[in-house]
């Protein structure tokens, strides 16, 4: 004589443990993601929104004085034979001479980690030239020069590169 088994009764404790565990697993898979999220970000342009809003109109006035500078920068970030990167900068007025007096920064921003932005300092060769070396991973940077000129910046220039 076979026995017939009895089937199983869905009662609410089953009911409230499938509730408890289907949410106990989104709970933790977005707990995981999140924690991954906030801890791989490093991609923040600036600290305070407000504060950057608020030093708008300085940065449009900078920029409308260097555009009446008519300087012209130009650049040249290659690899050496050793691998290193060497940045070379030639600052000229609009009559084509060197510009005195200035001191140059640089830095190589990436453009999705600020964790990986790096300064290649620069020194000064001759009157408006600038020389650095910097080890640098090849791919896609941005290179900020900035000019100063006592202790005011007063030339800025943002360029995206590709370094090999």
Do not use: C
């Not at 697993?25 to 600036?46: D, I, M, Q, W």
């Not at 300087?71 to 050793?82: A, I, M, N």
């Not at 600052?91 to 084509?96: D, F, H, I, L, Q």
Request: hydrophobic letters at 40%; charged letters at 30%; aromatic letters at 8%.
């Amino acid at each position: 004589m076979k026995r017939s088994k009895k089937p199983r009764e869905l009662t609410g404790r089953h009911v409230l443990l499938w509730i408890l565990g289907f949410f106990g697993v989104v709970f933790v898979v977005n707990g995981v993601l999140v924690h991954a999220a906030t801890s791989t970000f490093g991609g923040l342009e600036t600290q305070s929104s407000y504060k950057a809003g608020l030093m708008f109109e300085q940065e449009v006035a900078k920029a409308e004085r260097q555009d009446e500078l008519q300087w012209r920068v130009d650049g040249t970030l290659v690899r050496d034979r050793t691998g290193e990167a060497v940045l070379d900068i030639n600052v000229r007025n609009a009559k084509g001479a060197s510009v005195t007096g200035l001191i140059a920064n640089a830095t190589l921003a990436h453009p999705a980690d600020s964790r990986l932005d790096h300064v290649i300092p620069l020194d000064r060769r001759a009157e408006g030239r600038f020389h650095g070396e910097g080890d640098t991973q090849p791919g896609q940077w941005e290179l900020i020069v900035d000019l100063y000129r006592d202790d005011e910046r007063v030339f800025r220039s943002r360029s995206r590169i590709m370094l090999k």
